[in-house]
């Protein structure tokens, strides 16, 4: 499958040259913007649908923008929790490399007449690696889903290239890595496929109808593993946190669905949580040990504890 040039024309390169040209012209055109991009009016309408859910503009004319009164990126005043919200999109597109964190670096300066590092927040996350540059692939990505039409991907899975059709639902980051969910095979599954792992992908004109509960699977997901329909939460697991970590627990959300069932007096407490796999709590479980226990089920107890003997095998003499 050939590789497709992802130029300037692309979706995040138009925002941030509809905000530079709001921000130096004070207007913009709808059709101007249209035929300087070689795109429809209608992705132009999008576009500027996102730059006024963020910074607020008003109609001037007849497919005509500008920004709100009051609004400008050269005298932006951001709030606390604007400027938090900022930092956060700021790790989102380091995580895409390539010219999209650059093209957010120049943003951020531009609106806060400063660096990231020098505002009072900071977002603490996995940093992309070297050669983890997603950027070639976000836009068409993002068209697929917006659109709800289907895509040919080649796709690498335990090292052999494979190649897809696939109905795309939604981009996911989870952990600092970028994930596709999709439609695939059976009717009403949902798969997650690493964007760092899609070697090509191709738009094609087939369209498809989402299903209607994938908001709710989304968001009673803690982790990308628990993208899954709510019917497919058949286990119910129960835990002991331990008195050290029971603040933790008691203040954050770590598995889906997850719920207080009882406080013990030596500070202790019992979680209960409703699972599509075992994947959505094995990681959190291991990196809470010794301050969680597996009370049910069993077979997720046997699973934890093989993992764990497994390390000490290695380590142990």
Same mark, same amino acid.
């Given at each position: 499958m050939p590789q497709k040039d992802f130029a300037g024309d692309k979706k995040y390169y138009r925002v941030l040259k509809i905000l530079n040209l709001l921000n130096e012209k004070g207007k913009v055109k709808i059709a101007?913007?249209?035929?300087?991009?070689?795109?429809?009016?209608?992705?132009?309408q999008r576009d500027i649908e996102r730059v006024n859910m963020t910074f607020g503009l008003e109609q001037s004319g007849k497919?005509?923008?500008?920004?709100?009164?009051g609004v400008s990126l050269k005298e932006m005043?951001?709030?606390?929790?604007?400027?938090?919200?900022?930092?956060?999109?700021?790790? +989102?597109? /380091?995580?895409?490399?390539? =010219?999209? @964190?650059?093209?957010?670096?120049?943003?951020?300066?531009?609106?806060?007449?400063s660096s990231p590092w020098e505002s009072p927040y900071a977002i603490i996350m996995p940093r992309p690696g070297k050669g983890l540059d997603i950027t070639r692939l976000i836009p068409d990505a993002e068209t697929a889903v917006l659109e709800r039409r289907k895509i040919r991907v080649d796709y690498v899975?335990?090292?052999?290239?494979?190649?897809?059709?696939?109905?795309?639902?939604?981009?996911?980051?989870?952990?600092?890595?970028?994930?596709l969910l999709a439609m695939g095979g059976k009717k009403g599954e949902y798969t997650k496929y690493r964007l760092d792992k899609i070697k090509s992908l191709e738009l094609t004109p087939e369209?498809?109808?989402p299903p209607?509960? +994938?908001? /709710?699977?989304?968001?009673? =997901?803690? @982790?990308?593993?628990?993208?899954?329909?709510?019917?497919?939460?058949?286990?119910?697991?129960r835990l002991k946190i331990g008195p050290s970590?029971?603040?933790?627990?008691?203040?954050?959300?770590?598995?889906?669905?997850?719920k207080i069932i009882r406080k013990n007096p030596d500070g202790s407490i019992l979680l209960e949580s409703r699972l599509a796999q075992f994947m959505e709590a094995i990681p959190t479980i291991l990196n809470w040990i010794p301050d969680i226990e597996v009370l049910e089920p069993e077979k997720l107890k046997t699973e934890i504890r093989s993992r764990v003997e497994q390390y000490l095998k290695k380590i142990l003499p």
């Amino acid at each position: 499958m050939p590789q497709k040039d992802f130029a300037g024309d692309k979706k995040y390169y138009r925002v941030l040259k509809i905000l530079n040209l709001l921000n130096e012209k004070g207007k913009v055109k709808i059709a101007d913007l249209a035929t300087e991009f070689d795109v429809t009016e209608r992705s132009i309408q999008r576009d500027i649908e996102r730059v006024n859910m963020t910074f607020g503009l008003e109609q001037s004319g007849k497919g005509e923008y500008s920004f709100a009164a009051g609004v400008s990126l050269k005298e932006m005043r951001l709030s606390g929790e604007q400027l938090s919200a900022l930092i956060f999109m700021n790790e +989102i597109f /380091k995580g895409m490399g390539g =010219a999209f @964190s650059k093209s957010f670096d120049a943003l951020f300066h531009r609106m806060t007449k400063s660096s990231p590092w020098e505002s009072p927040y900071a977002i603490i996350m996995p940093r992309p690696g070297k050669g983890l540059d997603i950027t070639r692939l976000i836009p068409d990505a993002e068209t697929a889903v917006l659109e709800r039409r289907k895509i040919r991907v080649d796709y690498v899975k335990n090292g052999i290239l494979t190649n897809r059709i696939l109905a795309p639902l939604k981009l996911l980051v989870d952990n600092g890595f970028y994930y596709l969910l999709a439609m695939g095979g059976k009717k009403g599954e949902y798969t997650k496929y690493r964007l760092d792992k899609i070697k090509s992908l191709e738009l094609t004109p087939e369209t498809f109808t989402p299903p209607a509960n +994938i908001a /709710k699977a989304i968001s009673d =997901a803690t @982790s990308v593993w628990g993208a899954m329909p709510a019917r497919d939460r058949k286990i119910v697991m129960r835990l002991k946190i331990g008195p050290s970590a029971a603040d933790f627990f008691s203040k954050k959300e770590f598995f889906p669905l997850q719920k207080i069932i009882r406080k013990n007096p030596d500070g202790s407490i019992l979680l209960e949580s409703r699972l599509a796999q075992f994947m959505e709590a094995i990681p959190t479980i291991l990196n809470w040990i010794p301050d969680i226990e597996v009370l049910e089920p069993e077979k997720l107890k046997t699973e934890i504890r093989s993992r764990v003997e497994q390390y000490l095998k290695k380590i142990l003499p």
